[in-house]
């Protein structure tokens, strides 16, 4: 089936879940597990989905792979994740926090030193819960949840994504005692992707060509593009895009940089340029993101 094909788990369908709290359209929290009874699969995730497991059984089916979960689970379920089928016993529970990549992007913004375990979460979607962990999890999602519901606090959003921060990292980290724990061994295009990212992230500001990353690998482009794809879903050019957008978001929302200086710190030949490279794909100009946020 092509990509374009399948069709998207977005945030359009998580308002209509029940006993949700949402803030805006970026970030959701809830504990029921929703009715699956009428989806179709595959479907490809939009968010990127978070849960912890209370109680009962799942099974589900991510890029091609059968996983079964029970309680006391972290579940991290990243976007463009394809779920091929998913069931889940009658008992079944769990903690959810749902985030749009959008809001992701803003909260932590990349992190290339977590670029390992991430990997890691791809071929190993859940990970199994001390009793310590699980309490600090579902206190975690307890404190979230208690600022979601604060709708007519003037930060309630700035706080919303601190905790969310915090919840990332705590999560990563639990990922990463198992990953090392386990000296999973990558295939080769899974080394591959987590040398592109490494490098994209220093080196986006000035190259955002294909052909350049390919030559820092050793690869051809179309080598490169084709592992990149085969891994993560999204090509190399997408990736590139990301970050640079993540690089602009940062410079307009944490410094008092120009337009145009930020213009010539990301090596773009000028300010109209970058302009209408940015609104075509956030939909605004870097003038109106800086002012929104």
Not at 269 to 285: A, D, L, R
């Amino acid at each position: 089936m092509e990509r374009n094909l399948i069709p998207k788990l977005d945030f359009e369908k998580i308002k209509k879940l029940q006993n949700t709290d949402f803030i805006g359209d970026n970030f959701a929290i809830f504990k029921n597990f929703p009715d699956i009874s009428n989806m179709e699969f595959p479907i490809r995730l939009e968010p990127t989905v978070f849960a912890v497991t209370l109680s009962g059984e799942a099974d589900f089916v991510l890029n091609s792979k059968n996983y079964h979960i029970g309680p006391k689970q972290l579940v991290v379920l990243m976007s463009e994740h394809i779920i091929g089928n998913a069931s889940a016993s009658p008992d079944f529970s769990a903690l959810f926090l749902v985030i749009t990549p959008q809001f992701a992007e803003e909260c932590m913004m990349k992190q290339a030193h977590l670029t390992s375990t991430i990997l890691y979460t791809i071929e190993h979607p859940s990970t199994p819960l001390s009793d310590e962990e699980f309490e600090r999890l579902k206190e975690s999602h307890q404190m979230l949840w208690m600022r979601a519901r604060l709708t007519q606090h003037p930060f309630r959003e700035q706080m919303a994504r601190s905790l969310l921060t915090s919840v990332f990292y705590d999560a990563m980290g639990l990922f990463d005692t198992h990953a090392s724990a386990s000296n999973a061994n990558f295939t080769r295009q899974e080394q591959i992707f987590a040398s592109f990212l490494k490098l994209v992230s220093k080196s986006c500001m000035s190259e955002r060509g294909v052909a350049y990353y390919a030559k820092q690998l050793c690869l051809t482009p179309k080598y490169l593009s084709t592992a990149i794809k085969e891994v993560s879903g999204r090509t190399a050019l997408e990736w590139i895009t990301e970050y640079t957008l993540l690089e602009a978001k940062s410079l307009l929302i944490s410094t008092n940089m120009s337009i145009q200086e930020i213009t010539y710190r990301l090596n773009f030949p000028n300010q109209s340029f970058f302009g209408k490279y940015f609104k075509h794909y956030t939909g605004m100009s870097p003038g109106q993101y800086r002012q929104q946020h």
